[in-house]
């Protein structure tokens, strides 16, 4: 196995995949980062030189959203012909149509936590959680199997989906809450002074909730609006609908119909899969696969 990119996903895969037994080669642009991996025992071998991927069957890019289709064709100039290789991007349509490595597969686990870097990567990180897979009539179907294996080995739950499919949906329940959030902070700090300061000596749990993804990295919230504008503004504008109902409901006092409102928000929360709790921090120290 290869990863490029050894960041949260990078580092977290290269974590499981060594634990499973898997031979995995890692490549960063950081020596710092090398040298992390190879001291948790996530990599067998890490280098900041591209060609160490090329001893690898199937290779993960795990790199920022807009560098994903150039990482492909870089490597695409010296792997064999065979190797297969996904990629871990929010965003799949724009990438699958611009990817024409015939062993590429598109990928997107639904993992995370708020921090960054080798040094954040947990095991476990996608244990239980929605793998995507993308494939299209192009897909190679061996290709295919191979990154299916890898997936289900990591214990994650597999989907397979339409690219486009994929990009409407995670507009939805991942890019549009990441706006959404970031509002209600930005609506927060334009209150005035004193009442700003209070808020802030009140906000608890519920605020923290939910308002965690809207203080996440900005340049990854950018990347997911750039690289998938239309289906974010879609959900953008069916959340904006919804607001304005309830917001009429409540100026006109029409009780019964924001108690409606909650109900059906209630009703409709359990239908959205639970995340597990996510995974303790990995040990200190290394831990190579036999």
């Known amino acids: 196995m290869g990863i490029l990119g050894l960041g949260l996903i990078g580092g977290s895969l290269a974590l499981d995949l060594s634990q499973l037994g898997y031979q995995v080669l890692g490549v960063s642009l950081?020596?710092?980062?090398?040298?992390l991996a190879c001291q948790r025992g996530a990599v067998r071998v890490a280098s900041t030189d591209w060609q160490l991927l090329a001893g690898a069957d199937l290779i993960f890019v795990c790199v920022p959203l807009d560098q994903t289709v150039p990482s492909v064709a870089r490597l695409a100039e010296f792997l064999p012909e065979g190797v297969v290789i996904s990629d871990v991007a929010s965003v799949k349509a724009d990438i699958v149509a611009h990817c024409s490595w015939p062993w590429f597969v598109g990928g997107h686990p639904m993992a995370g936590t708020a921090q960054?870097?080798?040094g954040a990567a947990v095991q476990g990180l996608f244990r239980d959680?929605?793998?995507v897979l993308t494939p299209t009539v192009m897909t190679d179907p061996e290709a295919l199997i191979s990154v299916q294996m890898a997936v289900q080995d990591l214990g994650a739950k597999l989907v397979?989906?339409?690219p486009v499919?994929?990009?409407r949906a995670v507009a939805l329940v991942s890019h549009a809450p990441v706006f959404v959030s970031a509002a209600l902070l930005l609506a927060g700090v334009q209150a005035d002074t004193e009442l700003l300061g209070l808020?802030?000596?009140l906000a608890s749990?519920?605020?923290?909730d939910t308002t965690r993804i809207g203080g996440g990295n900005p340049e990854l919230g950018l990347l997911m609006a750039r690289h998938n504008r239309a289906q974010v503004l879609v959900s953008l504008a069916a959340y904006q609908t919804q607001?304005?109902?309830l917001h009429q409901a409540i100026t006109e006092e029409d009780w019964a119909q924001v108690v409606q409102a909650l109900q059906t928000s209630q009703r409709v929360r359990g239908e959205f899969s639970p995340l597990p709790p996510a995974p303790p921090p990995y040990p200190a120290g290394p831990r190579r696969a036999e």
């Open 205 to 208: 749990t519920g605020f923290a």
């Open 160 to 162: 397979l989906t339409d």
């Open 199 to 201: 808020a802030r000596q």
């Open 165 to 167: 499919a994929h990009d």
């Open 30 to 35: 950081q020596t710092t980062t090398c040298a």
């Open 129 to 131: 959680r929605p793998y």
């Open 116 to 118: 960054q870097g080798m």
């Open 243 to 245: 607001l304005q109902k």
